[in-house]
């Protein structure tokens, strides 16, 4: 009995102590170590940020981020003063080992110290900050009663993974630019540092291509039947406008790149191939076995059998021209080429698709996908590009240097990494945003699933069947937000929010400091900063 009376005072003083201190210092994702030290730093219209070299950037980011909700003009400065938040690059830093994302804060009554070997250890060192100061720094309007106060704090911290993405697709529904920058904010709020942009799919192509401008001028466009089940939808008819859908011109590509880069995002475009393409059938009916001219889906068909023809040497022609360009806008290492869900079905009976088996020797047309794939990734290796695709790219065999996003659980990632392949792990189970986050009757339609962030939390992108060297090429993980039933801005934020923190804090902190309960005490200060910055989110947590 006794023993049981000292644990359940234990228990307390834990819960209430925790949440006092989870409070004050409220950061997700959870860094390294924190430890509370006594004072309080105060924003004033006498502090400056000082900043020299590369660290200048990061300091006029923070300049323009603190505007907005203090109306302080805080100037960057090379000279040490009174009152100051130092941006400091330190080769050889301790506490943030290697990684050139780790930094060190230190804050007190007099000053700000963030230290990093790299601008974007700086950077997230900056982010922290922004958790420490109250939350209505989110406001993008200026507060005027609210002391700019950070606490005395010491911390060091560095991230898990490499790999901290999310996916968005805005092909099932278009989102204007100005939305992407909102979500890059917020991925760059939480540490996240990969956003992989779904510009292809069946029911709308999304990006200029110069070379063949009947991609946006038809395949961006279907017909509006949006007051409809999405699986409901009727096909346009002859004499009906396809009016509904957009794509991003080539400029507002390398506008959204430039942003996330200073946000110390990669922008990792995803170019849909062989299948999940007939959009392109509506403008280049050429390029399918059929040679059937499409007209763009309004919503779901499955499966859709009109894929790229293998056998169509115009078809690899077309796809390095279109690919050609997405190199130019897109600094990524990785260009991401679909390659899931692919109907074979036409390549069986296509003459041209038979014949390239024959000539190539390949067994059937899982290897023909093979060889689709590994004709391109020669392309985009020539271009010093590294092919990434969903995990069906294994089948038939995998391109020699292909990086795998394993979507259909772990066991795709599991035999890539196997096999000394890089894999970034998405499973369905544990990273599918567009699944419901609460009970049906009180969320909005949505695909199906049930993902509630309490199991966002428990994801663990690192399976237990992994030798430690296997599990080196595990870059990380992502959630995906696939978006059938998701017409909005505002509704994509509420799929997102609150899981994009579990998965921030399971992509960035080290497990074993991961602590649900203590997660959930930080997301209460979290919503407070959703409301001021007019988050739209589920409220399905408890
Ligand atoms: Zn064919």
């Not at 100051?84 to 007190?108: F, P, Q, R, V, W």
């Not at 910055?533 to 409220?539: A, E, M, Q, R």
Request: with cysteine; aromatic share 10%; charged share 25%.
């Amino acid at each position: 009995m006794k023993s049981i009376t000292t644990i359940l005072c234990f228990l307390l003083l834990v819960s209430c102590t925790k949440p006092e201190v989870a409070r004050e210092v409220s950061v997700i994702p959870l860094p390294d170590s924190i430890s509370l030290g006594e004072g309080t730093f105060i924003l004033s219209a006498k502090t400056v940020i000082v900043a020299e070299g590369k660290a200048v950037a990061v300091a006029e980011y923070l300049r323009d981020f603190l505007k907005k909700a203090t109306g302080l003009e805080v100037p960057v400065t090379d000279k040490r003063k009174k009152n100051a938040i130092i941006l400091s690059l330190e080769d050889g830093l301790s506490g943030s080992k290697n990684s050139k994302e780790g930094y060190t804060l230190s804050s007190t009554s007099k000053n700000i110290v963030i230290k990093a070997r790299a601008a974007e250890g700086l950077f997230y060192g900056v982010q922290t900050l922004r958790q420490l100061l109250p939350p209505e720094i989110e406001s993008p309007t200026v507060k005027s009663d609210v002391v700019w106060s950070v606490p005395a704090v010491t911390i060091s911290d560095q991230p898990q993974f490499a790999w901290r993405g999310m996916m968005l697709d805005c092909s099932r529904h278009f989102f204007p630019v100005s939305h992407i920058k909102n979500v890059l904010d917020q991925l760059a709020a939480r540490k996240m540092n990969r956003f992989h942009w779904h510009l292809v799919d069946d029911q709308g192509w999304r990006i200029e291509i110069k070379k063949y401008p009947l991609l946006t001028t038809t395949s961006a466009w279907r017909v509006d039947h949006e007051d409809q089940h999405w699986n409901e939808r009727p096909a346009q008819k002859p004499g009906e406008e396809a009016t509904y859908g957009g794509f991003y011109t080539q400029d507002e590509i390398r506008e959204v790149v430039a942003y996330a880069s200073m946000l110390n995002i990669e922008v990792v475009p995803e170019i849909e191939m062989p299948a999940h393409v007939s959009c392109v059938f509506a403008a280049y009916p050429q390029f399918s076995c059929s040679g059937k001219k499409m007209t763009v889906l309004p919503g779901g068909v499955w499966p859709v059998t009109e894929i790229y023809c293998a056998g169509n040497d115009e078809v690899f022609a077309f796809l390095e021209d279109v690919l050609t360009e997405v190199i130019e806008l897109f600094p990524s290492k990785y260009i991401h080429i679909g390659g899931d869900e692919a109907t074979k079905t036409n390549w069986e009976s296509c003459p041209k698709c038979q014949s390239r088996i024959k000539t190539e020797g390949l067994k059937n047309e899982e290897e023909l996908q093979s060889y689709f794939i590994k004709r391109i990734e020669k392309f985009l290796s020539s271009k010093d590009r590294n092919l990434l695709g969903w995990d069906e790219i294994l089948e038939g065999g995998l391109a020699p240097r292909a990086t795998v996003m394993s979507w259909r659980g772990f066991a795709g990632g599991i035999e890539a990494a196997r096999t000394g392949h890089d894999v970034v792990m998405s499973p369905t189970d544990f990273c599918y945003f567009d699944y419901y986050q609460g009970p049906k009757e009180s969320e909005p339609l949505a695909i199906g699933g049930y993902l509630p962030i309490s199991k966002v939390y428990r994801f663990n992108p690192i399976p237990d069947s992994l030798t430690m060297e296997e599990s080196k090429h595990i870059l990380g993980g992502q959630a995906n937000l696939w978006t059938e039933y998701i017409p909005t801005p505002e509704h994509s934020f509420y799929m997102m929010f609150p899981r994009l923190d579990a998965m921030a804090e399971v992509l960035w902190t080290n497990p074993e400091k991961k602590n649900y309960e203590d997660f959930v005490h930080r997301l209460d200060r979290q919503f407070e900063r959703y409301s001021n910055s007019g988050i739209n989110h589920s409220k399905n947590i408890y």
